[in-house]
């Protein structure tokens, strides 16, 4: 079983910076990992996401060219670097693990794919 722990949110102000923090216990070298964010009112969406290897990375259009993604296996972590920040980035980011079983790049954006969720980690980006 792999328990995910989410950090680094706060609050920043629109065009800044912030990284995001997922920290895994367990089998982590299978696991392919992915961003999801979630606003009041919204359903969960996805952000970005990181293949096991860390070779493969893939991004929601509304987050390309500003934030990237990437994981220290020996470490168990995996960050999400998000620049120029705009308002509609506040919400709840939530990293979660897939068992990779070879399907990752068609599934890597269904939230009802992955295996384990963390508690999530609020940003607010003030404008």
């Known amino acids: 079983q792999v328990q995910l722990v989410e950090s680094g949110g706060g609050l920043v102000q629109a065009g800044g910076s912030l990284r995001l923090s997922c920290v895994a216990s367990?089998?982590?070298?299978?696991?392919?990992i992915g961003w999801f964010r979630q606003a009041p009112g919204k359903e969960r969406e996805f952000v970005a996401a990181i293949s096991w290897g860390g070779g493969n990375t893939y991004f929601a259009d509304s987050v390309k060219g500003r934030f990237t993604i990437s994981r220290d296996k020996a470490k168990k972590m995996v960050y999400l670097h998000m620049a120029s920040l705009k308002p509609e980035d506040t919400a709840v980011y939530y990293c979660?693990?897939?068992?990779?079983?070879?399907?990752?790049?068609?599934?890597?954006?269904?939230?009802?794919?992955?295996?384990?969720w963390g508690q999530g980690t609020q940003l607010t980006v003030s404008s």
């Open positions: 979660a693990a897939h068992y990779d079983d070879n399907t990752y790049r068609s599934v890597y954006n269904r939230p009802e794919k992955y295996d384990y």
């Open positions: 367990g089998p982590f070298a299978s696991y392919n």
